[in-house]
């Protein structure tokens, strides 16, 4: 079993930055692909960015978002620049054994935070 725990969410300005943190914990959390997804007001949830051996990114974020690992805390963080109102959405962390594609099923959720970018 594995507990995720997002913090960082909030409200910033257009071109504005924000960081998020996925705590995760629990047996064997580290070996485990980390990841975020989004899902704004009617709309369905969407991959965001993941991390295990490799990092993929969502075409509508490279370069502006970056993921990162730190094993000894066991946080995987979500350093998002250059913010745009489209961006606006509940951001979930997500981890699953092995790698965590755009089409794959996670294993295990958060419970979200909100992340609003305002125009």
């Known amino acids: 079993q594995v507990q995720l725990v997002e913090s960082g969410g909030g409200l910033v300005q257009a071109g504005g930055s924000l960081r998020l943190s996925c705590a995760a914990s629990?047996?064997?959390?580290?070996?485990?692909?980390v990841g975020w997804f989004r899902q704004a007001p009617g709309k369905e949830r969407e991959f965001v960015a993941s991390i295990s051996w490799t990092t993929l990114y969502a075409d509508s974020v490279r370069g502006r978002f970056t993921i990162s690992r730190d094993n000894g805390k066991n946080t995987v963080d979500l350093q998002m620049n250059s913010l745009k109102p489209e961006d606006t959405a509940v951001y979930y962390c997500a981890a699953r054994e092995g790698i965590l594609l755009p089409t794959s099923k996670a294993d295990y959720w958060g419970q979200g935070t909100q992340v609003t970018v305002s125009s």
């Open positions: 629990g047996r064997a959390a580290s070996r485990y692909a």
